[in-house]
């Protein structure tokens, strides 16, 4: 099972609408003034993560937060889906279609997704994308699952598996663009390949099992 991370690993720079549909939802929830204005790395990091980090900058209690982050939940999904572009083709990855229809066809692979954003979001952009026919519903660990991405590949092996017996863990591979991704497949046991088309190069993501350049160079080391 390979578990694929959307920003900066399928798609690339399809985030202005995502972030101005976070930001959007912050004002509408807690009434921040200017969410734009906190610095908040959002590489690899879950919606739910960097809505916190925005918050407590902007002067929220922790109890205000957690009291209304179903709201926001909800919020975040609408604004998106207000704000999405019709086509976001041109932000696929290159190589990614290919990649994805090449491994649809083996035998024994599932694709499915790892990825930081609430899953009505990941789920717009990757239709809008032309690639969501790849991702099953009801499969894949989401930034809406937990705040903590480290929990979510357990959490998609758990959905992958039948009761009581998970997906195993030598069966399945993280693929990521940023540090956080390769500590999430740590944290779970499980392989983890890097691509650079995010903001981190080689050198950052050396403690992946591999690291190649584009979608593209994944297929060979996916030949098992
Ligand atoms: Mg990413």
Known sequence: MLLFDIDGTLML?????HRDAVHAALRRVWH????????VEAAGRTDLQI??????????AADRIDERMPDFKRAAAEEYAVRCRDDLTSFVAPGVPELLRALAERPGVRLSLVT??????ARLKLAR??????FERGQGG????????????AIARARAGRPGAAYPQERTVVIGDTPLDIACARADGVRCLAVTTGPYGAEALR?????VASARELLPLLSV
Do not use: W
């Open 116 to 121: 930081g954003n609430l899953e009505p979001i």
């Open 207 to 211: 403690a992946a099992d591999g690291v």
């Open 129 to 134: 994308g032309g690639i969501g026919g790849f």
């Open 51 to 60: 809505a916190r980090a925005i918050l407590l900058q902007s002067g929220v």
């Open 13 to 17: 720079r399809a985030s202005d609408d």
């Open 142 to 153: 989401f930034g809406s699952d937990h705040e903590d991405r480290t929990e979510l590949p």
């Open 32 to 39: 921040v003034r200017r969410p734009e204005a906190a610095r």
